[in-house]
């Protein structure tokens, strides 16, 4: 049976409130990394025995690169994870909207969202569009010398469209 539109709204709404709730988020990896150094007389380097570590790193990706950044005590290390578990949280909620907004575009009426006056034509422009002769594409502009008389002057050699060429009169 198809959920009513109110429900799907509180839904919705329910959502939207959960998602502001979360607080602080950031996105990214928490891993552990054990590793060697590069003293060869650490204890690292012996045989059967563990390397230094674990140290906890937050990956994530900054404009296309792989940032890291290192925590240095247990307290930074839990705050990034709060933050990380927030961020997957937030996803999955953006998920769960953007499946019940379409299900809300699905159910709803198409008589509610449209009106019948709601697309009006527009009116044609009362200003007069620019001749394309002689003036064609501004190869020619005119300039008053005085009073009632106008001389033509080229504003360069040709236009583009190629219908006016150096020596050729209009």
């Known amino acids: 049976m198809p959920d009513s539109l109110t429900a799907l709204e509180q839904q919705r709404s329910r959502l939207l409130t959960?998602?502001?709730?979360?607080?602080?988020?950031?996105?990214?990896?928490?891993?552990?990394?054990q590793g060697r150094c590069g003293k060869p007389n650490c204890h690292c380097h012996q045989p059967n025995r563990p390397g230094h570590?674990?140290?906890?790193?937050?990956?994530?990706?900054?404009?296309g690169k792989t940032v890291s950044e290192c925590f240095s005590s247990a307290v930074e290390l839990r705050k990034a994870q709060r933050e990380v578990d927030a961020f997957h949280r937030f996803r999955q909620l953006s998920q769960e909207l953007l499946e019940v907004n379409e299900r809300i575009c699905r159910t709803r009426p198409v008589a509610d969202t449209f009106s019948p006056q709601g697309k009006k034509r527009r009116k044609p422009s009362s200003r007069?569009?620019?001749?394309?002769?002689?003036?064609?594409?501004?190869?020619?502009?005119?300039?008053?010398?005085r009073p009632g008389v106008w001389i033509w002057r080229p504003l360069r050699w040709w236009c583009a469209r190629r219908c006016i060429r150096p020596g050729q009169r209009l």
């Open 18 to 33: 959960e998602i502001v709730e979360l607080g602080d988020f950031r996105s990214g990896s928490i891993t552990a990394i």
């Open 53 to 63: 570590g674990p140290n906890f790193r937050l990956t994530r990706k900054v404009n």
């Open 128 to 145: 007069k569009s620019r001749a394309k002769y002689p003036n064609c594409c501004g190869s020619f502009s005119a300039v008053a010398a």
